[in-house]
């Protein structure tokens, strides 16, 4: 067995090691990164420029791009074989509810989904998180439980952990996405040189959390997975569309 792991934090992030060291326990690896953190970056591709590959000393291919650009890159033109599955992770802090429309940890899978891998995302469930280990083996179950059953169609899966030691988990469940309020302003600041800067406020709090999403599992104490789907198109408003142009 084939896996390509990826992330949005960067080649160097311990989420990543932590998740390389334990499915290597499975099957062959292959790390294809950015060099640096690209959290945020969503589904952006490099159109603009050429893009390096470089290996590091560790074994891991780093890009100077997107998530995005890196899967990309690793299922067209790296890899002679494409892998059987895509992970991205570990990321350090959650991606839930609306922070899956922005996350490069989910574009990452994303990727490999629509190039007709099996991918997972996952996610630890806050910043600066101390129990990557639990994470990374729930990502082994996974694949695990993939080797012995499959997927009976495509599939990407949004997984997030609690960041607690893994016997204290709570069980693991199937959840749909949770909302968030919208996110905190903006934080404007002065450089020394008098120009004025801007800082992307802080995610909003969950106000669509109850039980059934994945920020409800978490809370709990148990591990989230969310299938979740690229068709963007609202069907409940196909027909009140249609009549709305027609009026």
């Given amino acids: 067995m084939k896996i390509?792991?990826?992330?949005?934090?960067?080649?160097?992030?311990?989420?990543?090691?932590?998740?390389?060291?334990?499915?290597?326990?499975?099957?062959?690896?292959?790390v294809v990164a950015p060099e640096r953190n690209r959290?945020?970056?969503?589904?952006?591709?490099?159109?603009?420029?050429?893009?390096?590959?470089?290996?590091?000393?560790?074994?891991?291919?780093?890009v100077n791009g997107t998530p995005t650009d890196c899967v990309h890159i690793a299922l067209t033109g790296l890899m002679e074989d494409m892998p059987d599955m895509v992970i991205s992770g570990i990321n350090d802090g959650a991606n839930m509810g609306d922070d899956t429309i922005y996350s490069g940890t989910v574009a990452a899978a994303m990727e490999g989904y629509l190039l007709g891998i099996?991918?997972?995302?996952?996610?630890?469930?806050?910043?600066?998180?101390?129990?990557?280990e639990t994470a990374a083996k729930v990502a082994v179950e996974l694949v695990q439980h993939y080797q012995k059953h499959g997927f009976r169609s495509p599939t990407l899966l949004n997984v997030n952990v609690p960041d607690?030691?893994?016997?204290?988990?709570?069980?693991?469940?199937?959840?749909?996405?949770?909302k968030r309020h919208k996110a905190e302003p903006v934080v404007q600041l002065k450089t020394p040189r008098n120009e004025t800067v801007y800082w992307v406020g802080a995610a909003g709090l969950p106000y669509d959390g109850g039980e059934g999403t994945d920020f409800y599992a978490v809370a709990n104490h148990k591990v989230s997975i969310s299938p979740?789907?690229?068709?963007?198109?609202?069907?409940?408003?196909?027909t009140d569309i249609n009549d709305w142009l027609k009026s």
Avoid: C, W
């Fill in 228 to 238: 979740i789907q690229v068709d963007l198109t609202n069907h409940t408003q196909l």
């Fill in 4 to 30: 390509l792991l990826s992330n949005d934090d960067g080649y160097f992030a311990p989420g990543l090691n932590i998740l390389a060291e334990h499915i290597a326990q499975l099957a062959e690896v292959m």
């Fill in 39 to 62: 959290s945020g970056a969503s589904n952006s591709l490099t159109l603009d420029r050429p893009l390096s590959v470089r290996k590091a000393s560790n074994g891991f291919y780093y």
């Fill in 164 to 178: 607690i030691p893994y016997n204290e988990l709570q069980g693991t469940v199937v959840t749909r996405l949770g």
């Fill in 118 to 132: 099996p991918s997972i995302a996952i996610s630890m469930s806050q910043h600066n998180s101390t129990h990557f």
